[in-house]
């Protein structure tokens, strides 16, 4: 009896369990804007910051303009979002977890903006609270498993079946017009209508949800403790190649809100970067000659045209610095 | 571990094949066994606390046994005193010491006066009620020479510590799980079957129908002063379905996962929501906690003995009593009281015991009458548990007051967008209050759902359950009555 309650209870668990354990193996870019971060190998060089730099820099645009100059790269972006991945403890632990130990003259972007240095300041035990400690970066420690089961069984936010259903719309060819893509390289690519209305609608809600997220001026500070491991994670950069420091372009209301709350931003970081001897490329004024979905994030068009300029700065960089050793080696 | 976590689900059958399979010829080892997995199972939480379970195992144990070789009725109160205060002590460290500290330096500023006193961040040791309770019951039916102390300290610790009741009961009974624990079982095909699906139920319940709701009764308790009354009133109902699903689902799992090992455990729940009046309803309701107040409370206060102010004044306490053993916080207490005030009208014109049988026996519907002391006792107790689920006093009754407001019979879907996707949810709770109403006569809702069906229209069903299941099941969510 024991073994037929064994055979027939295998037997009915048998489908369950394998749509289960398949879903663990099928999980791709489509599944979430995560996941595919966790399962990529170590890299070299990589492009850190909040959900603008995820959406708004393509690796391969930068790769394909430093080949030209021949550069051989392979740019990571490794950007999560705003909750996820602002600068403090956990980021910094999890950028040091997906950089390849032995890495050398690898290139790093750090993107910046106001939001990815505020803090709402929360003691438990005289210890600062950072929320992010609790979130799937600060959770996962495995950044290169593939695949990744810590991340699905434990931070992965939606039943597993849904990997399946995701993968099944797309076979079926029904998926819905607005959709989110984590290619390889880490790119997060955003699919979204971009009629006008559409996207003043987005933008007005973007605002709404900073006005109540954030305290407004002069209420607003930077925390000390994330600016002070934003510089841990330049200085850590450092030691693996250079580093650019990059405030990627929003839309103009959205702008004028970051002059608002925080006026002093750029001088800090032209501060910041002199301290630490690197580039600050501030594309913030150049609002108008991009595309945004929601005003807080670039169009993809937009984010590639942003990611050449990027590739193309750090390439004249590059091609400077050769010149010079090597004049200098006359 | 938790019983909806993937850790479960490779530890249950594991420990179902090296049971029935490896030690069947021989109970001690079996039990030993049981008790060494039940320890780890409770170590997934925080092993230290292995020591406080031991500690008062060991001490329920010793002093049970001490209760029964004591040779004066002086000698025998003592250990009991020894037994109840430490277990109490122990209870009212872990879970009252900051609400007593903090209620009286309430008190003391009340009157003009300041307390310097400091509370402890103190971790609640998961189950610590539910095992507390375990050993008094041990204790308190040798002391009334219901049972004999055991011998054996392996089947007395399994008693305490069994893993599938340990964190959130059922409160097992020595004179019921202890002479389980010391016969032999026998596999039975039978009876096993019945265990998984009663786990699938359960899983069900909290998955499906528990978290779903969650979700909506965050939002909205989180927000409570910028909904409509008629979202708030939303908000409670899905609290109710939400600790129903959660607590009688983590009993249905409890019960299934002891039925495949070949114990019967207390039942707990018997469809509470079909309940025609609050007597009724706490019949129903957490039974094994119920009975455990009424057999060492109740009774001992004098019971219904002693005329109607006794009656009454006891029924009070053990209303009381049972709020703040759900938690250190006054709103349960004030959810006992107001239990309490619905009860009493039935204690006083002798009505409490009208309802005996399940609504409707052997007919499809309820009658009319039926169905408005359904939905009257329904309304009551949703009422109640809006101070079950508030963060305090002050928040329950901002919510109360919240839902007696203009917009009360406003439609909360269309007022508040963001809540549209539970209507989904609404619907789960339809499909699942007709499967409880159809399967309202048997010891859980599918018991005997599609028995006299072919195999495939019964499997059908059950992969129907087990993909809701699965289509459901996100993050691992924790068991609120863990908390208690």
Same mark, same amino acid.
């Given at each position: 009896m024991k073994k037929k309650f064994i055979k027939r209870g295998t037997l009915f668990l048998l489908l369950p369990f394998l749509l289960l354990a398949s879903s663990l193996f099928i999980a791709?870019?489509? *599944? %979430?804007? #995560?996941y595919i971060r966790f399962t990529t190998p170590k890299q070299n060089n990589m492009i850190v910051g909040s959900s603008r730099a995820a959406q708004g820099i393509l690796p391969s645009a930068i790769d394909s303009i430093l080949n030209k100059g021949g550069y051989h790269t392979t740019m990571f972006n490794y950007a999560f979002t705003i909750n996820q991945s602002p600068y403090g403890p956990t980021y910094y632990e999890s950028i040091k977890n997906k950089l390849?130990?032995?890495?050398?003259n690898g290139i790093f972007i750090v993107t910046v903006d106001p939001w990815t240095l505020y803090l709402k300041e929360e003691k438990e035990n005289n210890k600062i609270i950072?929320?992010?400690?609790?979130l799937s970066l600060g959770k996962?420690?495995?950044? %290169?498993?593939?695949?990744n089961f810590d991340y699905l069984l434990y931070? #992965?936010?939606?039943?597993?079946l849904m990997i399946w259903m995701t993968k099944l719309l797309r076979i079926l060819n029904l998926e819905g017009k607005e959709s989110l893509y984590l290619h390889n390289d880490g790119w997060l690519e955003v699919s979204v209508g971009m009629d006008s209305t559409e996207v003043q609608k987005r933008i007005r809600k973007k605002i709404k949800d900073l006005e109540n997220e954030y305290p407004s001026a002069p209420d607003f500070h930077l925390s000390s403790d994330r600016i002070y491991y934003l510089n841990k994670i330049i200085e850590f950069f450092r030691k693996h190649g250079e580093v650019f420091l990059v405030r990627i372009p929003v839309h103009e209301k959205i702008k004028d809100i970051e002059n608002k709350v925080c006026p002093q931003f750029d001088s800090l970081m032209n501060d910041i970067a002199r301290k630490n001897s690197v580039d600050y490329l501030n594309? !913030?004024?150049?609002? *108008? !000659?991009y595309e945004f979905t929601d005003g807080n994030h670039l169009y993809k068009d937009s984010g590639h045209k942003l990611s050449e300029k990027i590739g193309e700065f750090i390439l004249n960089k590059q091609l400077q610095d050769n010149f010079e050793e090597t004049m200098g080696s006359f | 571990m938790l019983f909806n976590s993937f850790e479960y689900a490779i530890f249950l059958p594991l420990v179902f094949i090296v049971y029935w @399979?490896?030690?069947?010829?021989s109970l001690t080892l079996q039990n030993i066994f049981l008790l060494l997995v039940s320890y780890l199972f409770y170590s997934f939480w925080d092993w230290r606390f292995l020591f406080l379970l031991a500690f008062s195992t060991f001490l329920d144990y010793f002093t049970g046994l001490r209760i029964s070789n004591a040779t004066s009725s002086d000698k025998k109160k003592i250990w009991l005193f020894i037994s109840v205060f430490v277990n109490l002590g122990f209870l009212g460290f872990f879970k009252y010491y900051n609400f007593f500290i903090e209620s009286f330096a309430e008190l003391m500023s009340a009157i003009g006066l300041k307390a310097h006193l400091t509370t402890l961040n103190i971790i609640l040791p998961v189950g610590i009620s539910f095992y507390t309770f375990h050993g008094l019951s041990y204790v308190f039916d040798i002391y009334n020479k219901k049972i004999r102390p055991t011998t054996n300290w392996v089947e007395y610790a399994l008693f305490v510590s069994? @893993?599938?009741?340990?964190?959130?009961?059922? $409160?097992?009974?020595a004179t019921h799980l202890l002479p389980q624990v010391e016969k032999i079982r026998t596999f039975d095909y039978t009876k096993a079957v019945d265990g998984l699906r009663q786990i699938l139920w359960g899983l069900f319940k909290k998955i499906v129908i528990a978290d779903t709701c969650a979700v909506y009764v965050n939002l909205i308790f989180n927000n409570?002063? &910028? +909904?409509s009354g008629s979202t708030l009133i939303l908000g409670a109902v899905l609290f109710a379905f939400q600790i129903y699903g959660d607590f009688s689902g983590y009993t249905d799992i409890a019960l299934g996962t002891a039925r495949l090992l070949g114990f019967e455990l207390l039942k707990?729940? /018997?469809?509470? +929501?079909? &309940?025609?009046?609050i007597a009724e309803f706490w019949r129903r309701w957490h039974i094994s906690l119920s009975t455990w107040f009424r057999d060492y409370l109740y009774i001992p206060l004098g019971g219904s003995r002693g005329g109607m102010y006794k009656k009454i004044r006891n029924t009070l306490i053990i209303f009381l009593v049972s709020g703040f053993w759900h938690g250190a916080n006054w709103t349960f207490i004030v959810w006992g009281l107001l239990n309490a005030i619905y009860i009493m009208p039935s204690i006083i014109l002798k009505t409490?015991?009208?309802?005996?049988? $399940?609504?409707? /026996?052997?007919?499809?519907f309820p009658s009319i009458k039926e169905a408005v002391q359904l939905f009257v006792t329904f309304a009551l107790t949703t009422f109640a548990w809006i101070f079950f689920r508030a963060n305090d006093l002050h928040h329950a009754l901002s919510y109360i007051s919240g839902i007696f &407001? +203009?917009?009360? @019979?406003? $439609?909360p879907f269309l007022t508040h967008p963001?809540? @549209?996707?539970s209507i989904i949810c609404i619907m789960l709770i339809v499909v699942f209050l007709v499967i409880e109403w159809i399967g309202r /006569?048997?010891? +859980?809702? $599918?018991?005997?759902?599609?028995?006299?069906?072919h195999r495939l229209v019964r499997w059908a069903f059950y992969y129907a359950v087990a993909f809701s299941i699965l289509l459901s099941y996100g993050k691992n969510q924790e068991f609120i009555y863990f908390q208690f």
């Amino acid at each position: 009896m024991k073994k037929k309650f064994i055979k027939r209870g295998t037997l009915f668990l048998l489908l369950p369990f394998l749509l289960l354990a398949s879903s663990l193996f099928i999980a791709d870019g489509r *599944t %979430d804007p #995560y996941y595919i971060r966790f399962t990529t190998p170590k890299q070299n060089n990589m492009i850190v910051g909040s959900s603008r730099a995820a959406q708004g820099i393509l690796p391969s645009a930068i790769d394909s303009i430093l080949n030209k100059g021949g550069y051989h790269t392979t740019m990571f972006n490794y950007a999560f979002t705003i909750n996820q991945s602002p600068y403090g403890p956990t980021y910094y632990e999890s950028i040091k977890n997906k950089l390849n130990e032995n890495a050398k003259n690898g290139i790093f972007i750090v993107t910046v903006d106001p939001w990815t240095l505020y803090l709402k300041e929360e003691k438990e035990n005289n210890k600062i609270i950072f929320p992010e400690d609790n979130l799937s970066l600060g959770k996962i420690k495995c950044v %290169d498993c593939h695949p990744n089961f810590d991340y699905l069984l434990y931070s #992965y936010s939606s039943p597993l079946l849904m990997i399946w259903m995701t993968k099944l719309l797309r076979i079926l060819n029904l998926e819905g017009k607005e959709s989110l893509y984590l290619h390889n390289d880490g790119w997060l690519e955003v699919s979204v209508g971009m009629d006008s209305t559409e996207v003043q609608k987005r933008i007005r809600k973007k605002i709404k949800d900073l006005e109540n997220e954030y305290p407004s001026a002069p209420d607003f500070h930077l925390s000390s403790d994330r600016i002070y491991y934003l510089n841990k994670i330049i200085e850590f950069f450092r030691k693996h190649g250079e580093v650019f420091l990059v405030r990627i372009p929003v839309h103009e209301k959205i702008k004028d809100i970051e002059n608002k709350v925080c006026p002093q931003f750029d001088s800090l970081m032209n501060d910041i970067a002199r301290k630490n001897s690197v580039d600050y490329l501030n594309f !913030i004024n150049d609002s *108008t !000659i991009y595309e945004f979905t929601d005003g807080n994030h670039l169009y993809k068009d937009s984010g590639h045209k942003l990611s050449e300029k990027i590739g193309e700065f750090i390439l004249n960089k590059q091609l400077q610095d050769n010149f010079e050793e090597t004049m200098g080696s006359f | 571990m938790l019983f909806n976590s993937f850790e479960y689900a490779i530890f249950l059958p594991l420990v179902f094949i090296v049971y029935w @399979f490896l030690l069947n010829k021989s109970l001690t080892l079996q039990n030993i066994f049981l008790l060494l997995v039940s320890y780890l199972f409770y170590s997934f939480w925080d092993w230290r606390f292995l020591f406080l379970l031991a500690f008062s195992t060991f001490l329920d144990y010793f002093t049970g046994l001490r209760i029964s070789n004591a040779t004066s009725s002086d000698k025998k109160k003592i250990w009991l005193f020894i037994s109840v205060f430490v277990n109490l002590g122990f209870l009212g460290f872990f879970k009252y010491y900051n609400f007593f500290i903090e209620s009286f330096a309430e008190l003391m500023s009340a009157i003009g006066l300041k307390a310097h006193l400091t509370t402890l961040n103190i971790i609640l040791p998961v189950g610590i009620s539910f095992y507390t309770f375990h050993g008094l019951s041990y204790v308190f039916d040798i002391y009334n020479k219901k049972i004999r102390p055991t011998t054996n300290w392996v089947e007395y610790a399994l008693f305490v510590s069994f @893993f599938p009741l340990l964190v959130a009961g059922p $409160i097992e009974r020595a004179t019921h799980l202890l002479p389980q624990v010391e016969k032999i079982r026998t596999f039975d095909y039978t009876k096993a079957v019945d265990g998984l699906r009663q786990i699938l139920w359960g899983l069900f319940k909290k998955i499906v129908i528990a978290d779903t709701c969650a979700v909506y009764v965050n939002l909205i308790f989180n927000n409570s002063e &910028s +909904y409509s009354g008629s979202t708030l009133i939303l908000g409670a109902v899905l609290f109710a379905f939400q600790i129903y699903g959660d607590f009688s689902g983590y009993t249905d799992i409890a019960l299934g996962t002891a039925r495949l090992l070949g114990f019967e455990l207390l039942k707990n729940f /018997s469809y509470p +929501y079909f &309940s025609r009046d609050i007597a009724e309803f706490w019949r129903r309701w957490h039974i094994s906690l119920s009975t455990w107040f009424r057999d060492y409370l109740y009774i001992p206060l004098g019971g219904s003995r002693g005329g109607m102010y006794k009656k009454i004044r006891n029924t009070l306490i053990i209303f009381l009593v049972s709020g703040f053993w759900h938690g250190a916080n006054w709103t349960f207490i004030v959810w006992g009281l107001l239990n309490a005030i619905y009860i009493m009208p039935s204690i006083i014109l002798k009505t409490n015991r009208n309802h005996l049988d $399940i609504v409707a /026996s052997g007919k499809l519907f309820p009658s009319i009458k039926e169905a408005v002391q359904l939905f009257v006792t329904f309304a009551l107790t949703t009422f109640a548990w809006i101070f079950f689920r508030a963060n305090d006093l002050h928040h329950a009754l901002s919510y109360i007051s919240g839902i007696f &407001s +203009y917009d009360l @019979f406003s $439609i909360p879907f269309l007022t508040h967008p963001e809540l @549209f996707k539970s209507i989904i949810c609404i619907m789960l709770i339809v499909v699942f209050l007709v499967i409880e109403w159809i399967g309202r /006569s048997n010891k +859980y809702a $599918i018991e005997k759902i599609g028995q006299r069906q072919h195999r495939l229209v019964r499997w059908a069903f059950y992969y129907a359950v087990a993909f809701s299941i699965l289509l459901s099941y996100g993050k691992n969510q924790e068991f609120i009555y863990f908390q208690f």
